[in-house]
């Protein structure tokens, strides 16, 4: 893939803090992939004493916030930890769903091979969902999570039985145009492809406070696959 100029991403810069509009396809942080770049090293080629403040799964876009300092870094942990950082996520799901701030409360435990499962013996997990747009067959939903487990949006949204676009671990399908469009001609001896490459989740709207408790909020516009997806669902 193409590698993306840090620059490029940032929505928002201060002296304490960058959050960036994180590509799809790209790690935060190391990952197990040899020969490949993440996010925090382009990011520490910009400005050397970067900090990931916290991580997003490699397929997911959106709002990632960076410190500059090791003080900054801690301000925000610790809202991390306090539960104090405001995030939402937005998710195009499969089938028509009316939640209303439907809060769903089940603990996730993590396997060896990085797959959550809800199980009593997890972690507690809290995640709020409320129906943005209802499309045909499908949903975009505001997925708003209280905890940080592992995939834990993705899993909560698989026990609603409304498992996101793309998301094959969790029963998610792929979700094709000749699915949505009635008489669509493939070109012959071409494969179709999926209308989005990836499960469909973006971390849509990051808030926070600063050293000096001031809040910011800040808001990742789709990237062009996501967008894609939802004028094509919004076109039915």
């Given at each position: 893939?193409?590698?993306p100029?840090f620059?490029?991403?940032?929505?928002?810069?201060?002296?304490?803090?960058?959050v960036?509009?994180?590509?799809?396809?790209?790690?935060?942080?190391?990952?197990?992939?040899?020969?490949?770049?993440?996010?925090?090293?382009?990011?520490?080629q910009?400005?050397?004493?970067l900090?990931?403040?916290?991580?997003?799964?490699?397929d997911?876009?959106?709002?990632l916030?960076?410190?500059?300092?090791p003080?900054?870094?801690?301000?925000?942990?610790?809202q991390?930890?306090?539960?104090?950082?405001?995030?939402?996520?937005?998710?195009?799901?499969?089938?028509?769903?009316?939640f209303?701030?439907q809060?769903?409360?089940?603990?996730?435990?993590?396997?060896?091979?990085?797959?959550a499962k809800?199980?009593p013996?997890?972690?507690?997990?809290?995640?709020?969902f409320?129906?943005?747009?209802?499309?045909?067959?499908?949903?975009?939903?505001?997925c708003m999570?209280?905890?940080g487990r592992?995939?834990?949006?993705?899993v909560?949204?698989?026990?609603?039985k409304?498992?996101?676009v793309g998301?094959?671990?969790?029963?998610g399908?792929?979700?094709?145009?000749?699915?949505?469009?009635?008489g669509?001609?493939?070109?012959?001896?071409?494969?179709?492809?999926?209308?989005?490459?990836?499960?469909?989740?973006h971390?849509?709207?990051?808030?926070?406070?600063?050293?000096?408790?001031e809040?910011?909020?800040v808001?990742a516009?789709?990237?062009?696959?996501f967008?894609?997806?939802?004028?094509?669902?919004?076109?039915?």
């Amino acid at each position: 893939m193409k590698y993306p100029v840090f620059k490029d991403l940032i929505i928002f810069e201060n002296d304490d803090y960058i959050v960036v509009n994180k590509p799809p396809f790209l790690a935060t942080l190391e990952d197990r992939t040899p020969n490949t770049t993440n996010l925090l090293k382009i990011a520490r080629q910009y400005n050397p004493a970067l900090q990931a403040c916290h991580r997003l799964d490699k397929d997911t876009s959106g709002c990632l916030v960076f410190a500059k300092n090791p003080e900054t870094y801690r301000n925000l942990a610790m809202q991390f930890e306090h539960r104090e950082v405001y995030k939402v996520y937005h998710a195009v799901v499969w089938g028509t769903h009316k939640f209303e701030d439907q809060l769903v409360s089940k603990a996730i435990l993590p396997n060896a091979k990085g797959v959550a499962k809800l199980t009593p013996q997890g972690k507690p997990a809290e995640t709020y969902f409320t129906t943005l747009e209802n499309y045909s067959r499908h949903s975009l939903i505001e997925c708003m999570p209280v905890t940080g487990r592992l995939h834990q949006i993705r899993v909560h949204l698989a026990w609603l039985k409304a498992p996101i676009v793309g998301d094959s671990l969790y029963g998610g399908e792929d979700l094709f145009l000749s699915t949505l469009k009635r008489g669509y001609n493939l070109k012959k001896l071409t494969e179709e492809q999926p209308l989005i490459k990836r499960f469909a989740l973006h971390s849509h709207t990051i808030g926070f406070r600063l050293l000096n408790g001031e809040p910011v909020k800040v808001e990742a516009p789709y990237p062009k696959d996501f967008a894609v997806l939802v004028k094509q669902l919004r076109a039915q």
